[in-house]
């Protein structure tokens, strides 16, 4: 490297790194996520947060603080210093879903800055591999014929294995008892060991399972049968329609300037470019949302809210208190 190409490495450096998040000032970002660890958000905030340590060069601190549907983590974001700091890897839950879950103090729509979507997933049908169901035919048949006999597992009020086995119970025909847990890790193990009949797992908590013998998955709630699980129909096959997805993206607190969501942005797409994470994602189910960044990632959020309307009102959930 000659003298005049140091010089212009020099001059780039500035724009190379976030004027607030540099390595050298010390200062870790603390990465918020609103469910426990081991869940599908847990693992895709896991994933972002070593490619925004390379990428950014600051130290990332993931920090799991469940509770309340998502709305604990979310609040607690929102109060955050707007410096690029304090980031929080959401979900469909606590941001699209929340106004008609719970009353909060925040707006999603406007107490948010949403930085870039990350990846999409689909919920999948799971039983244990003990259960009397071989397919999803049987488990309707058992579940019309005895009300209230099937025990079905969610991670949390307002979590997606919550409101998308809602609509599926509810276009099924079928009364279930419903019991929640505190994230997806618990409610699957318990699914896994007998103590439930079903629960509607993100396809990243379930595939890490799948050859464990020790669970069955009877539908994917995406249009299309996933690569990933070969040979398990899409519900939309028995119950026409039935479509459900769910992300995970980065948020940043009300504020936060402009150069900084763009940096943090381009962080994301740089990890959305990486052979390594892709190859983690694709292992996971996980589809990649490369270039969902700011208002196109706003516009998906308000596009959540106006489809889940009409699923809200079927299935006749109200806000908590």
Known sequence: ??????????????????????????????LIVPYPPGGNTDYVARITSDSLRRTLG?????????GAGGTIATDALIRS????????????????????????R??????????ANIASNPLVLTVPSTSRFQNLAQLIEYGRSKPGALTVAHGGEGSMSHMSVLVFLKRAGIDATLIGYRGGAPALLDT?????DLYSANISEILPYKDSGRIRFLG???????????G?????DTISGHEIETWNGLFAPPGTPAEVVDRLADAVQVMLRDPDVLSKFDASGSQPRAGEVKEKFARRIRDD?????????LIGVKPAN
């Open 1 to 30: 490297m000659n003298r005049r190409q140091f010089s212009r490495l020099l001059a780039c450096a500035p724009l190379l790194l976030p004027a607030l998040v540099r390595a050298q000032d010390g200062t870790a970002i603390t």
């Open 192 to 196: 896994m060991g007998g103590t439930t």
């Open 232 to 236: 398990v129909p899409a519900i939309a």
């Open 220 to 230: 994917v709630s995406s249009r299309q049968p996933v690569p990933q699980l070969p």
């Open 305 to 313: 809210i106006a489809l889940w309307t009409p699923l809200v009102s």
């Open 81 to 104: 210093r707007n410096d690029g700091n304090t980031l929080m890897v959401g979900s469909i839950g606590q941001v699209s879903l929340v106004r008609f879950l719970f009353n909060v």
């Open 106 to 115: 925040y707006d999603p729509l406007n107490d948010l800055v949403p930085v």
């Open 58 to 66: 600051s130290s990332v601190v993931v920090k799991n603080q469940a």
